[in-house]
């Protein structure tokens, strides 16, 4: 089975960073009507190997475990929808100044302990690199890449780049590293063309209308 065919539905990778994108697994506006990207443990099997988190083999041997242990696997979905609203609450204080609340700190506090642990180094080509080789049918093991992703963003100078799409229906967050730091779209094609032909429409509105065109004569 490959884990590609599995996927439910097609997952956006807009946010520059992957803690972000896993964030973005829930579209639309939270508090209002919301779209769940990850609908299945599969889809979040899915999901971590399109961000490379884990590989193919890996995943078809998750699905395979998955298959054999399907309370298990639905108890690791209901987690990664708990941690992806603290990421997501965390990330949405940051990018308007706020400070997140200390019971999601204390969550992503236990949640980064459990990602690091057993980690270690090894001697590559160019360096030095961490490896986390952990037992690879466990089936909550895509967590540790995101949480270390999510430490990873909150210490770095980037963070003061978090933005969150200004559009009054989505949530969508995203490290802004355009020249001016002026990106306030989650996508162009997307939110952004919904406030520009809004922006229109409200420009044509306001426009006095001659004479002429308002007797039909033009
Ligand atoms: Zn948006």
Not at 15 to 43: I, Q
Not at 79 to 106: H, K, S
Request: hydrophobic share 40%.
């Amino acid at each position: 089975m490959n884990a590609r065919e599995t996927t439910m539905g097609t997952f956006s990778f807009i946010s520059g960073h992957m803690c972000l994108d896993f964030a973005n697994t829930l579209g639309g506006l939270r508090g209002g009507v919301t779209r769940e990207y990850l609908c299945s443990y599969d889809d979040f099997v899915a999901w971590s190997q399109q961000v490379h988190s884990i590989t193919e083999e890996h995943a078809i041997n998750l699905l395979h475990e998955a298959e054999l242990h399907p309370d298990k696997a639905v108890v690791v979905l209901e987690n990664a929808r708990m941690l992806r609203e603290v990421i997501y609450r965390i990330f949405a204080a940051v990018a308007t100044d706020m400070q997140p609340t200390e019971a999601d700190l204390t969550i992503l506090n236990a949640e980064i302990g459990k990602a690091m642990a057993g980690g270690r180094i090894i001697s590559v080509a160019d360096g030095f690199r961490w490896e986390w080789p952990g037992d690879s049918r466990a089936l909550d093991q895509m967590f540790g890449p995101i949480m270390r992703s999510t430490a990873e963003l909150l210490t770095s100078p980037e963070r003061s780049l978090v933005r969150e799409c200004a559009s009054t229906t989505c949530s969508w967050l995203f490290v802004d590293r355009t020249k001016n730091h002026r990106r306030r779209w989650c996508t162009m094609t997307g939110c952004g063309n919904v406030a520009k032909v809004r922006r229109y429409r409200q420009q044509q509105r306001q426009q006095p209308v001659r004479a002429g065109e308002r007797d039909g004569k033009g």
